[in-house]
Structure formats: structure tokens, C-alpha cells
Nanobody, 116 residues
Framework: QVQPVESGGGLVQAGGSLRLSCAVSGSIFSINVARWYRQPPGKQRELVAAITSEGGTNYADSVKGRFTISRDNAKNTVYLQMNSLKPEDTAVYYC??????????WGQGTQVTVSS
């Protein structure tokens, strides 16, 4: 069973950039869809971006044009490049992996804090 481990979060000033990594403990080829979610303080978890095994991507309207989800199969890693960060992007970001057959797994999350 695959397991994601997120990293790359931190404190950044508004307008700055961060790249989050989701390291897949198993084979990335077991993943049908990889998704990034985020949960702002005091709010519910929301979908940020998704990427399929074929490379298709989807983004929440709030991050479209600023965030890019990608995959590096050689490194068994899914990335979320975040540019032009805003204070409202502050959240714990989670990687969710959906395997072929519908088995899903969540990482522990990584904190992103954007100061104004």
C-alpha cells in the first residue's frame, strides 16, 4: 500500500513561492489520481489540485494560474508549486493518493503560512 509524506511547507511573505513535495513510499505507478488538499485554520478541508496518471490536471478556481501540480515518476514524488502566495493560502496542505481500485491514503500534512 502506498503512503504519502508531505514536505516543503514553511513561512513565506505574500507574493512569494513555495514548492511542496509528496513523496510516495510505494510505486507512483500504483497511483491513479494524486490530489493536494488544504485545510485553513478553523475551516474545512478543500481540494486544491489533482493530477491523473496520464498527466491531466485540475485546479480550484482560487489557485488557478498560481499553483501547478506535477509528478516526477523517477523520484516517486508529486509536487505542488505555489507562486504569488496570498495570506488566504495559509493552511495545512495534505497529499491524497488514490490507487487503482479505489484505495486512498493521506499524508500527515505540511504547514504553509503566508504573512501579509
Amino acid at each position: 500500500q502506498v503512503q504519502p509524506v508531505e514536505s516543503g511547507g514553511g513561512l513565506v511573505q505574500a507574493g512569494g513561492s513555495l514548492r511542496l513535495s509528496c513523496a510516495v513510499s510505494g510505486s507512483i505507478f500504483s497511483i491513479n489520481v494524486a490530489r493536494w488538499y488544504r485545510q485553513p485554520p478553523g475551516k474545512q478541508r478543500e481540494l486544491v489540485a489533482a493530477i491523473t496518471s496520464e498527466g491531466g490536471t485540475n485546479y480550484a478556481d482560487s489557485v488557478k494560474g498560481r499553483f501547478t501540480i506535477s509528478r516526477d515518476n523517477a523520484k516517486n514524488t508529486v509536487y505542488l508549486q505555489m507562486n504569488s502566495l496570498k495570506p488566504e493560502d495559509t493552511a495545512v496542505y495534505y497529499c491524497n493518493l488514490m490507487q487503482w481500485g479505489g484505495e486512498g491514503s493521506w499524508g500527515q500534512g505540511t504547514q504553509v503560512t503566508v504573512s501579509s
